[in-house]
Nanobody, 126 residues
Framework: QVQLVESGGGLVQAGGSLRLSCAAS????????MGWFRQAPGQEREFVAA????????YYADSVKGRFTISRDNAKNTVYLQMNSLKPADTAVYYC???????????????????WGQGTQVTVSS
């Protein structure tokens, strides 16, 4: 089992920045990849970014490419999402997810992840 705890959400004006953190505990040695997803009210959950734990390969949704950066600190078992140039459309609950089993690609679909955090609210005002 892997437990995930997100932090760093909040209220920010458009154009501002936030950094989300996701601390993993438990059987973290078996983690293959970690990702960030988000869900706005009335909308389906969508992929934001993902990173493989060992090699640091990354993948981003087109909507955040160039503005968001995912990174990880293996020693701290923590993954980060640096969000710059935030827009009101980025408003959502952001979830961290972890996949235990290896793949030959970076997972970008929710069903490809095994563990989920409780979510952290990000609100961007115009």
């Amino acid at each position: 089992q892997v437990q995930l705890v997100e932090s760093g959400g909040g209220l920010v004006q458009a154009g501002g920045s936030l950094r989300l953190s996701c601390a993993a505990s438990g059987r973290t040695f078996s983690t293959y990849a970690m990702g960030w997803f988000r869900q706005a009210p009335g909308q389906e959950r969508e992929f934001v970014a993902a990173i493989t734990w060992n090699f640091g390969n990354t993948y981003y949704a087109d909507s955040v490419k160039g503005r968001f950066t995912i990174s990880r600190d293996n020693a701290k078992n923590t993954v980060y999402l640096q969000m710059n140039s935030l827009k009101p459309a980025d408003t959502a609950v952001y979830y961290c997810a972890a996949r235990a089993r290896g793949l030959s690609f970076v997972p970008v679909a929710g069903h490809q992840y095994d563990y989920w955090g409780q979510g952290t609210q990000v609100t961007v005002s115009s």
